[in-house]
Structure formats: C-alpha cells, structure tokens
C-alpha cells in the first residue's frame, strides 16, 4: 500500500505559512509544503528525530491571516536534500480544527 493510500485525509498544497519550534530549532514565517487535516510537511533546516514534539501556528492568508495553533509530532524525517519533515498533528481546539478543515476544503475544490 503507497503513503498516498495509508492517509486518513487527503493533504493539499497550499499558501499556508508557519512559526514552528522544537527543542532544537525555531522557524519563524516558514513556507508549508503541504497540509492536510491530520499533519503538515515541513522543509527544515535542521533535521528533528521522528518522535520529537513541535509546536506550531499555521497561518492562512487566504483566511484574513486567521491561524491556528497546533501540537504536533514528527512522524518522518528526509534528511535530502531538501530536508523534510512529516508532522502529525496531535492536539488542536475544536475551533482551530473547523477553521483548519474550511481551509482545506478551499484547496480541494
């Protein structure tokens, strides 16, 4: 079975820009690679283990730069180039996670 088919929702690119930090790195105004209701892909600088916990504010501009705040953990890492890292996405509050599902739901249509 492909990663495509292993995922619970369908993940979309996107214009979606992120503040991310982990106990190694802090990125500031970082561009999302893609985005889905249950994680993002995020290029990074510094490689993070899978397993590390990250803290994320995703901002949708599309939205009126509405953001939501998202606890997250780092499922995969490619270390590439370019590095890459798979974050799901563990805690968020019902209402960031209805404003996160509009969000995608205008990039799927």
């Not at 995922?7 to 802090?26: I, K, M, N, W």
Request: aromatic share 6%; proline share 6%; net charge negative.
């Amino acid at each position: 079975m492909s990663e495509v088919e292993k995922r619970r929702h369908p993940r979309v690119t996107c214009r979606a820009r992120v503040d991310f930090g982990s106990p190694r790195e802090v990125v500031l105004d970082h561009e999302v690679h893609n985005l889905s209701l249950g994680g993002v892909c995020l290029r990074v600088h510094e490689m993070l283990d899978v397993g590390a916990p990250v803290y994320l504010t995703l901002t949708f501009p599309e939205l009126g730069s509405a953001s939501v705040d998202v606890d997250g953990e780092v499922v995969w890492a490619d270390a590439g180039p370019p590095r890459d890292i798979g974050v799901r996405f563990v805690r968020m509050t019902p209402e960031d996670r209805d404003l996160l599902r509009r969000y995608v739901q205008l990039h799927l249509t």
